[in-house]
């Protein structure tokens, strides 16, 4: 049985920073290292919408235009982590963040490729 669990959100003022983790247990599609993951967040009221996406571990990422030059997703394979570091936030960024894994061997925005969810995370960024 695979789980994500997300942790790291919280309240924060506008321009602060923040690094979401997101733990995963059991094996989800391969190897954690050469998987793909990704970050998604869903603002009160509105859909979920893609944050950005990792496959394997060289940095083959894909980002959201409104977070790129801001956020960084990275993987820990020692300790089946995911990250997203999340810099220069905006009120515009808060919502509930999750965590996801596809198996997709490249990463992806396509949010119906991801088929195991985390509970989510919630941050906030007060003006």
């Known amino acids: 049985q695979v789980q994500l669990a997300e942790t790291g959100g919280g309240l924060v003022q506008a321009g602060g920073s923040l690094r979401l983790s997101c733990v995963v247990s059991g094996r989800a599609f391969g190897p954690f290292s050469r998987s793909t993951m990704g970050w998604f967040r869903q603002a009160p009221g509105k859909e979920r919408t893609f944050v950005a996406s990792t496959m394997g571990t060289r940095g083959w990422s894909v980002y959201a235009d409104y977070v790129k030059g801001r956020f960084n997703i990275s993987k820990d394979s020692t300790t089946t982590t995911l990250y997203l570091e999340m810099n220069s936030l905006q009120t515009e960024d808060t919502g509930v963040y999750y965590c996801?894994?596809?198996?997709?061997?490249?990463?992806?925005?396509?949010?119906?490729?991801?088929?195991?969810w985390g509970q989510g995370t919630q941050v906030t960024v007060s003006s």
């Open positions: 996801a894994a596809t198996p997709i061997p490249r990463a992806t925005n396509q949010i119906n490729e991801y088929n195991k």
